[in-house]
């Protein structure tokens, strides 16, 4: 990989050499992506070979935070766990706060890439799995990197106060949440708004997904542990069989969205494990389920919680359960709120998109139901603007397969997802510092 020096300076020798360019637009934010583009793509695949689980992301956040300084960025580390933040101030303007996310999934690659990780690590429980990036944070970081990089190239273009956010743990829901708690608003300068982006797996490179007002869900992980009374299974009626109890309560839990929740308003509720029992013969005295729900609405977060223990006591009253052996309802993850793309940020961004990408290559996308806790930066007093926009990462003729039914495209989280890089980088990097240029240049007029 022939890296141009002349252009960019490795990671360790300095400051970038600012642009002459008065006002660079979309091809010279092109000409600059490419001509970083070995750099990156060098910084990509290590990323991609040493992934690292939720909550042990130390060398990949010493990593970020290397890149960072290597530009000029003052960075504080072990914000909220392994969480960065890195500042750049550029005289006045607004202050922007682009995120990123770092961990990694305990998924073994099929990609057979030559490039695939073959990592293992420790999981919580201390078991041996297998580790990839397979929800795209590769990607993300490398975006950030460069985005970041491009930025200081052009900051005679611009004023104001860039902050770089990297944060761990957002597959448990948990980073941005602990970096807040750790007085990321406090220590630091609050931004006038926040971007982010996630790879999508269903658009092909070179586009951009975007959903106005409400674009993840909010998310909560349960456990319900039912109690019974267990004995010979030849005896059933000396016992309170806890593995009926819990068939029973799954299946009114599968029909409350449908009955109990109004039509028009989202709300998912997915069971994904049930343990019980050792033997076939022997009734076990307690059953736990392992659900999640999912939500836009604090009203549906509230309603759907209620029910839940409303169906766990009746159904355990009628089973002939005192109340002191009535089902145990456990939370098992932080409460990570919805994703609210701001509407005036996100028809500024959006704009500014099309005019870079054309508007074939911006599409307007349906909400979805996954979690995100990028929405916990816009969940606080200071009510921060947020927007988070899909980046396609399909190679176009997987997609042309896929829409012609030819080919079945792999989903996040999947062991055989994996981005085209070299355009999915290229345009992840040129969009993310058109939305960046966009908020600095306009100042107040860019902001909600």
Same mark, same amino acid.
């Given at each position: 990989?022939?890296?141009?020096?002349?252009?960019?300076?490795?990671?360790?020798?300095?400051?970038?050499?600012?642009?002459?360019?008065?006002?660079?637009?979309?091809?010279?934010?092109?000409?600059?992506?490419?001509?970083?583009?070995?750099?990156?793509?060098?910084?990509?695949?290590?990323?991609?070979?040493?992934?690292?689980?939720?909550?042990?992301?130390?060398?990949?956040?010493?990593?970020?935070?290397?890149?960072?300084?290597?530009?000029?960025?003052?960075?504080?580390?072990?914000?909220?766990?392994?969480?960065?933040?890195?500042?750049?101030?550029?005289?006045?303007?607004?202050?922007?706060?682009?995120?990123?996310?770092?961990?990694? !999934?305990?998924?073994?690659?099929?990609?057979?890439?030559?490039?695939?990780?073959?990592?293992?690590?420790?999981?919580?429980?201390?078991?041996?799995?297998?580790?990839?990036?397979?929800?795209?944070?590769?990607?993300?970081?490398?975006?950030?990197?460069?985005?970041?990089?491009?930025?200081?190239?052009?900051?005679?273009?611009?004023?104001?106060?860039?902050?770089?956010?990297?944060?761990?743990?957002?597959?448990?829901?948990?980073?941005?949440?602990?970096?807040?708690?750790?007085?990321?608003?406090?220590?630091?300068?609050?931004?006038?708004?926040?971007?982010?982006?996630?790879?999508?797996?269903?658009?092909?490179?070179?586009?951009?997904?975007?959903?106005?007002?409400?674009?993840?869900?909010?998310?909560?992980?349960?456990?319900?542990?039912?109690?019974?009374?267990?004995?010979?299974?030849?005896?059933?009626?000396?016992?309170?069989?806890?593995?009926?109890?819990?068939?029973?309560?799954?299946?009114?839990?599968?029909?409350?969205?449908?009955?109990?929740?109004?039509?028009?308003?989202?709300?998912?509720?997915?069971?994904?494990?049930?343990?019980?029992?050792?033997?076939?013969?022997?009734?076990?005295?307690?059953?736990?389920?392992? !659900?999640?729900?999912?939500?836009?609405?604090?009203?549906?977060?509230?309603?759907?919680?209620?029910?839940?223990?409303?169906?766990?006591?009746?159904?355990?009253?009628?089973?002939?359960?005192?109340?002191?052996?009535?089902?145990?309802?456990?939370?098992?993850?932080?409460?990570?709120?919805?994703?609210?793309?701001?509407?005036?940020?996100?028809?500024?961004?959006?704009?500014?998109?099309?005019?870079?990408?054309?508007?074939?290559?911006?599409?307007?996308?349906?909400?979805?139901?996954?979690?995100?806790?990028?929405?916990?930066?816009?969940?606080?007093?200071?009510?921060?603007?947020?927007?988070?926009?899909? !980046?396609?990462?399909?190679?176009?003729?997987?997609?042309?397969?896929?829409?012609?039914?030819?080919?079945?495209?792999?989903?996040?989280?999947?062991?055989?997802?994996?981005?085209?890089?070299?355009?999915?980088?290229?345009?992840?990097?040129?969009?993310?510092?058109?939305?960046?240029?966009?908020?600095?240049?306009?100042?107040?007029?860019?902001?909600?």
């Amino acid at each position: 990989m022939n890296h141009n020096t002349d252009y960019f300076p490795n990671a360790n020798s300095g400051e970038l050499p600012v642009s002459d360019n008065p006002l660079a637009g979309p091809d010279e934010l092109r000409k600059c992506t490419n001509q970083d583009f070995d750099y990156l793509e060098t910084l990509y695949l290590h990323l991609h070979q040493h992934p690292e689980l939720s909550f042990q992301e130390k060398e990949t956040s010493a990593r970020m935070a290397t890149e960072l300084r290597s530009v000029g960025f003052e960075v504080t580390e072990n914000v909220g766990g392994y969480g960065l933040v890195g500042v750049l101030k550029n005289g006045e303007g607004p202050t922007l706060l682009i995120r990123t996310d770092m961990d990694a !999934l305990p998924v073994k690659e099929e990609t057979h890439k030559p490039y695939a990780s073959t990592v293992t690590a420790k999981n919580e429980e201390g078991q041996i799995v297998p580790v990839m990036h397979a929800c795209g944070h590769d990607m993300h970081m490398t975006v950030w990197t460069g985005t970041a990089r491009l930025l200081v190239k052009l900051k005679n273009q611009w004023q104001g106060t860039l902050i770089c956010v990297a944060q761990g743990a957002e597959e448990y829901g948990a980073g941005a949440q602990a970096m807040l708690r750790d007085g990321l608003y406090r220590r630091f300068p609050v931004p006038d708004c926040a971007l982010a982006l996630h790879v999508n797996s269903e658009l092909p490179v070179g586009t951009i997904g975007y959903t106005p007002r409400h674009t993840f869900a909010a998310v909560e992980l349960m456990e319900i542990t039912v109690h019974g009374k267990g004995g010979h299974g030849a005896y059933p009626h000396t016992t309170k069989n806890s593995i009926l109890l819990a068939t029973r309560i799954v299946e009114a839990l599968q029909s409350l969205t449908s009955t109990e929740l109004s039509p028009m308003e989202p709300a998912v509720i997915a069971v994904g494990t049930i343990h019980g029992g050792t033997k076939a013969n022997v009734i076990p005295d307690e059953v736990k389920i392992g !659900l999640a729900i999912r939500f836009y609405s604090d009203e549906v977060h509230i309603a759907i919680r209620r029910r839940i223990q409303q169906i766990c006591h009746g159904l355990a009253r009628a089973a002939g359960l005192t109340e002191e052996q009535y089902p145990i309802i456990s939370i098992n993850n932080p409460y990570a709120p919805a994703t609210y793309n701001d509407p005036t940020l996100t028809k500024t961004i959006v704009a500014s998109f099309t005019q870079t990408f054309g508007k074939d290559n911006v599409r307007k996308i349906q909400p979805t139901m996954t979690g995100e806790d990028f929405g916990q930066f816009g969940y606080t007093q200071e009510k921060v603007p947020l927007f988070l926009y899909w !980046l396609g990462a399909v190679a176009q003729e997987q997609y042309e397969a896929a829409c012609k039914d030819k080919y079945s495209l792999p989903s996040l989280h999947n062991c055989r997802f994996i981005p085209d890089y070299p355009d999915t980088l290229k345009t992840g990097v040129v969009a993310m510092t058109t939305a960046a240029l966009k908020i600095f240049r306009e100042g107040s007029r860019a902001q909600p």
